[in-house]
């Protein structure tokens, strides 16, 4: 059964990309619904989740190429973002230490575990970096990673909707607010607007993966001392 595993996946993932194209709905997200499927599928099956990751780890690989792939449009306008690269560091820094400051007071105010608390200290980075810093401060590194695929799938379906509704209507400020916050599915869905929103989402996300590991480890134990 288990042969079947990527070629049911990719299958998942192409129907549902061809029906968000068609619809060209923010709910039709092919990666949730790739997602959803494929636990139903596995659940209805009584497939054991850790002998599908096993079959299908080829995906990991290509994930680490799909991510070097987001530096195309970022070449592509890198003129423009050369002119601004002071801001988007500045937009990025602001954003992780957001981030971070939200996490604290709402899991402080809530009491929660501090091994928790550090788990969802650094989700403003994409989840290979996630990791490293989550296990550095003494998380959870799989509470982690799946808040980051969490927070990219709902800033994919909401993340432009929410910013012109707040009036940010600016193409770049679009795409540094996706890639920042959202990562590489952020990212992809910026890439699917348009060429300026992708260059400056994935010129966002390399610098959230630069900086997070520099901020993070330094800024989270001195606010959660204040926090206690």
Known sequence: MMYLAIPMTVALFLAFRALHTKVRSPLCNPVLLTIAASVFILSAWHI??????AHT??????LELAVVALAVPLYKQIHQLRRQLLLMFIAV???????????????????????????????????????????????????????????????????FNTLKLTGIKHKGAQGVALGGACHAIGTATAIADNETSAAYASAAMALSALLSPIIVPIYYPWLASLAL
Do not use: C, H, K, W
Not at 57 to 62: G, K, P, R, T
Not at 132 to 143: A, F, P, R, Y
């Open 48 to 53: 054991d989740i850790n002998e599908y990751r």
């Open 57 to 62: 780890q080829i995906f990991d690989y290509l």
């Open 93 to 159: 820094a602001a954003g992780i230490i957001t981030a971070t400051t939200t996490a604290v007071v709402i899991t402080s105010l809530l009491r929660v575990p501090e091994q928790l608390q550090a788990s969802l200290a650094s989700l403003a980075v994409t989840t290979p970096i996630t990791l490293l810093v989550t296990e550095q401060l003494g998380g959870l590194g799989s509470i982690a990673a799946s808040m980051v695929i969490l927070i990219g799938i709902v800033g994919a379906i909401v993340g």
